[in-house]
């Protein structure tokens, strides 16, 4: 590449050097980056609750994410047809072992070229979850529950040392006005907003183990660039199980 096409790195030391990772790291990182996008994606999803409906477009209105130490990680998405009042939801949660997709492609090659790399999709366990009104009430307490701690902004105190069972957690509530979003460590607690926390992951786990109501289709609207690339990768992938 010409120099002039490069982007200039100034600072005042006198040498910048740029180098590229070790392999393993960049396989890692590029897993965490798809997870990040079936994690962060669908923004919203178009819903037919039967093949002669008109479509329903739901938006995401919530977003909890956990990493945890044993190297998985697990988001639940939220999607509503209004962000501020609720009736029908949608459930969308994604699991994802790293270390069990790291040792599948420690397995496959030794010496990843970069065409396994681009082409090697997270084995993320993914439930998208229609709950209709009559279902939702419980659940949509829990949210408000949850908006009455969060809403106006919260704290983050210091914690004191303590035996550690996650990395980070992230909070995504958006509204009509704007957002809260937030993500921390153990070292720091809301003793109250992690118990509405806990206790709306308790509820919504329970809606995707026993699936509710049966309907007709579901569309997820991807937007980022790399969605086509991803999905196409993705669907080759399902055809060959």
Partial sequence: MPSDKCPKELGNAENIISKTTQEKFRVIKKLEKTFDFISEEPLTISLKKAESSKAELFTRILRIRIWLLENKNISWNVFSKDREIYQDLIIR??????????????KKNKDIDQKVLSEFIPS???????IPPSQAKHLIKLINQLDAEIAEGFILKKKCRSKRKWKKLE??????????HCKWSPNRKNKDVQKKIRKLLLELDKFI??????????TLNYYSEDSG????????QNEKR
């Fill in 171 to 180: 909070v995504l509530r958006l509204y009509n006005w704007g957002q809260i």
């Fill in 209 to 218: 183990e026993k699936f509710g109501q049966n309907i007709f289709e579901m």
């Fill in 229 to 236: 690339k991803i999905i196409k990768i993705w669907e080759g």
């Fill in 124 to 130: 993320a366990d993914i439930r998208n979850i229609y």
């Fill in 93 to 106: 949660k994604v699991v994802w072992n790293l270390d069990k997709d790291a040792k599948r492609l420690k």
